[in-house]
């Protein structure tokens, strides 16, 4: 049987995933077994830091780079646009540091010292930010086989460089925080080689690149860009934001449980999301490029259309068997937070939706109807939040805060987008993924014994019949393949 081109770019893109879940698998069991709750809450709280730099500061003008990448490609100009994008992220790196220094003396993350904090600040805004730009316009123009290769490279060497450093250092995030950094830094310069020698562009120079930018270009991008940045700063404030507030009112111990709940649920559908977006997402750019409003409606229905009961299996399947999902991958101390990741994936769930939309601001370069949903559900969630971390109840009451915000931003999102495209959903499929993952409900009639093996049984059972449901439903004509 000879694949075709897109199938086999499928098949390349699922191998990468699964090995990534397998490392993942990994990276979570090493994790939880050297770290306590303390360190891995001071994890979380140095992530939601970060990530504040990357959605406010950087994410923008990464969309901008993938928005325009195909362009820039026809026109040999890749390397010249990413230098004046490498430039920007040495000056939000260095940003980072001035308002590092005013968040420590605030009293966050006091547990780290503040040298230490500030290098792995600086460092993480501008070493990952580049891995994640190079290693992805790989995949956007179509070297599928190098960026997987690198992606699984990365997610491996961060296993192992952080167990190494902690081994040497000490079992402390700042370790583990070190490793990371060590990983990411190494192949995003194999990527960069790589891409070099692909792409075989001539390179202008750095002065002749800023030449060419204009006061028209300039408001362009900020046109494009500032909407973006203020959504992207509240959909921070509300996918990590909270966090801060959790390890003042609460404490770092009780986010790294939470922290450690949460991520298993938010890791697996990120890997969920990405088999998606990597996939579709390069084929989805091609099709909104220089075309008309009509084939852009027929670009996002097809990609809300071919995604959406993917998100949403997923969801219901991971909703069901949380409790033997979180046994197979922490540390036994670990092992009652698998609520947080029952909560966790529906917050994932309508993160992953809304997202989702929103890639239709994007196709119509209205990145300003971007804005209300993530301002709206910020909010939502944060006063939430803040009461049920006063609140006696705090560990029901902070998740059911976490899903509804979720909710919430969904809600405005869908009619954001509505406004801006007539989008259609398959409602009909939608009501058939749920029927066929009613089986789910089956684990609640069995008292399984907390055991690594039964837990790895019964995840293994239904994961195939999660994947046979998936193929169901793309072989019912979810993904119309004539090929």
């Given at each position: 049987m000879i694949l075709t081109k897109e199938k086999s770019d499928f098949l390349i893109i699922l191998v990468g995933k699964l090995l990534q879940i397998i490392i993942m698998i990994i990276s979570i069991k090493i994790m939880t077994t050297l770290l306590e709750p303390k360190e891995m809450g001071k994890i979380y709280i140095f992530t939601t830091i970060y990530t504040f730099f990357v959605l406010s500061l950087i994410s923008p003008f990464g969309q901008f780079v993938n928005r325009h990448t195909h362009s820039w490609h026809e026109k040999r100009m890749i390397f010249d646009n990413i230098s004046v994008y490498l430039i920007y992220l040495f000056l939000v790196s260095l940003l980072s540091i001035s308002i590092g220094i005013i968040i420590f003396y605030f009293g966050i993350i006091n547990d780290i010292s503040l040298n230490i904090f500030l290098l792995l600040l600086s460092s993480f805004v501008l070493i990952l930010t580049l891995n994640q730009t190079i290693l992805p316009m790989l995949n956007m123009l179509h070297f599928r086989v190098s960026f997987t290769f690198l992606t699984v490279l990365t997610a491996l060497g961060i296993v192992v460089f952080g167990y190494i450093v902690v081994k040497v250092f000490g079992n402390t995030a700042e370790s583990w925080l070190f490793g990371t950094l060590l990983s990411n830094l190494i192949f995003m310069i194999?990527?960069?080689?790589?891409?070099?020698?692909?792409?075989?562009?001539?390179?202008?120079?750095?002065?002749?690149?800023?030449?060419?930018?204009?006061?028209?270009?300039?408001?362009?991008?900020?046109?494009?860009?500032?909407?973006?940045?203020?959504?992207?700063?509240?959909?921070?404030?509300?996918?990590?934001?909270?966090?801060?507030?959790?390890?003042?009112?609460?404490?770092?111990?009780?986010?790294?449980?939470?922290?450690?709940?949460?991520?298993?649920?938010?890791?697996?559908?990120?890997?969920?999301?990405?088999?998606?977006?990597?996939?579709?997402?390069?084929?989805?750019?091609?099709?909104?490029?220089?075309?008309?409003?009509?084939?852009?409606?027929?670009?996002?229905?097809?990609?809300?259309?071919?995604?959406?009961?993917?998100?949403?299996?997923?969801?219901?399947?991971?909703?069901?068997?949380?409790?033997?999902?979180?046994?197979?991958?922490?540390?036994?101390?670990?092992?009652?937070?698998?609520?947080?990741?029952?909560?966790?994936?529906?917050?994932?769930?309508?993160?992953?939706?809304?997202?989702?939309?929103?890639?239709?601001?994007?196709?119509?370069?209205?990145?300003?109807?971007?804005?209300?949903?993530?301002?709206?559900?910020?909010?939502?969630?944060?006063?939430?939040?803040?009461?049920?971390?006063n609140s006696s109840e705090y560990k029901l009451y902070l998740p059911m805060a976490l899903v509804i915000g979720g909710f919430f931003t969904l809600?405005?999102?869908?009619?954001?987008?509505?406004?801006?495209?007539?989008?259609?959903?398959?409602?009909?499929?939608?009501?058939?993924?749920?029927?066929?993952?009613?089986?789910?409900?089956?684990?609640?009639?069995?008292?399984?014994?907390?055991?690594?093996?039964?837990?790895?049984?019964?995840?293994?059972?239904?994961?195939?019949?999660?994947?046979?449901?998936?193929?169901?439903?793309?072989?019912?004509?979810?993904i119309n393949d004539n090929s």
């Open positions: 194999i990527g960069y080689i790589l891409l070099k020698n692909r792409l075989n562009e001539t390179f202008h120079g750095f002065l002749n690149n800023f030449k060419r930018i204009t006061k028209s270009k300039i408001k362009s991008i900020l046109t494009f860009v500032i909407p973006l940045s203020i959504a992207t700063f509240f959909m921070w404030l509300q996918n990590s934001g909270y966090r801060i507030l959790i390890e003042q009112n609460i404490g770092l111990e009780f986010l790294g449980f939470l922290g450690v709940g949460m991520a298993i649920s938010g890791q697996i559908a990120s890997l969920i999301e990405s088999i998606a977006m990597q996939y579709f997402h390069p084929i989805y750019y091609q099709q909104i490029t220089n075309t008309t409003i009509e084939n852009r409606k027929k670009a996002i229905d097809d990609l809300i259309n071919k995604v959406l009961p993917i998100y949403f299996m997923f969801t219901l399947f991971l909703t069901f068997l949380a409790k033997y999902v979180v046994e197979i991958l922490v540390d036994e101390k670990y092992h009652d937070v698998y609520i947080f990741t029952a909560f966790g994936i529906w917050l994932e769930f309508f993160r992953m939706t809304t997202n989702l939309l929103g890639n239709i601001s994007q196709s119509e370069m209205n990145t300003k109807k971007f804005m209300t949903p993530y301002i709206m559900g910020s909010l939502t969630t944060i006063i939430l939040v803040y009461l049920s971390s809600v405005v999102m869908y009619i954001s987008m509505k406004k801006l495209i007539d989008f259609n959903i398959n409602y009909t499929i939608i009501f058939r993924c749920f029927i066929i993952s009613l089986p789910y409900l089956s684990v609640y009639f069995f008292d399984f014994e907390s055991n690594l093996y039964i837990s790895l049984f019964v995840v293994i059972s239904f994961g195939l019949y999660f994947l046979g449901t998936i193929y169901f439903i793309y072989k019912k004509g979810l």
